[in-house]
């Protein structure tokens, strides 16, 4: 049961990273499209945050290495916030250059 659960919340933490990484546009193929590079834009960021956070996990632990699921979960709470953040930041009309 465990190992079901555990896969699971992997699963939905997957797709919570890509909900708040969604950019809707006027047809599927341009929310696919507007989606896709929005993830382009912010993958290197986030995978650079997630990164130092698992080095400084694994000097605190001694050196003890953390398995990949572990840290697939890492780079998609750091890519919810990131998305969460840069998604509030579009929508308020900053990036858009409204006035």
């Given at each position: 049961?465990?190992?079901?659960?555990?896969?699971?919340?992997?699963?939905?933490?997957?797709?919570?990273?890509?909900?708040?990484?969604?950019?809707?546009?006027?047809?599927?193929?341009?929310?696919?499209?507007?989606?896709?590079?929005?993830?382009a834009?912010?993958a290197?960021?986030?995978?650079?945050?997630?990164?130092?956070?698992?080095?400084?996990?694994?000097?605190?632990?001694?050196?003890n290495t953390?398995?990949?699921?572990?840290?697939?979960r890492?780079?998609?709470?750091?890519?919810?916030?990131?998305?969460?953040?840069?998604?509030?930041?579009?929508?308020?009309?900053?990036?858009?250059?409204?006035?």
């Amino acid at each position: 049961m465990k190992v079901i659960e555990g896969k699971l919340t992997f699963y939905i933490s997957a797709l919570l990273y890509l909900l708040f990484n969604l950019r809707v546009g006027a047809d599927a193929f341009s929310t696919f499209k507007a989606t896709l590079w929005q993830i382009a834009q912010t993958a290197p960021y986030v995978a650079g945050v997630t990164y130092v956070v698992i080095i400084f996990l694994q000097y605190m632990a001694g050196g003890n290495t953390i398995p990949w699921d572990r840290r697939l979960r890492l780079f998609f709470a750091v890519g919810i916030i990131a998305g969460l953040i840069y998604g509030i930041y579009e929508y308020a009309g900053v990036g858009l250059g409204v006035q």
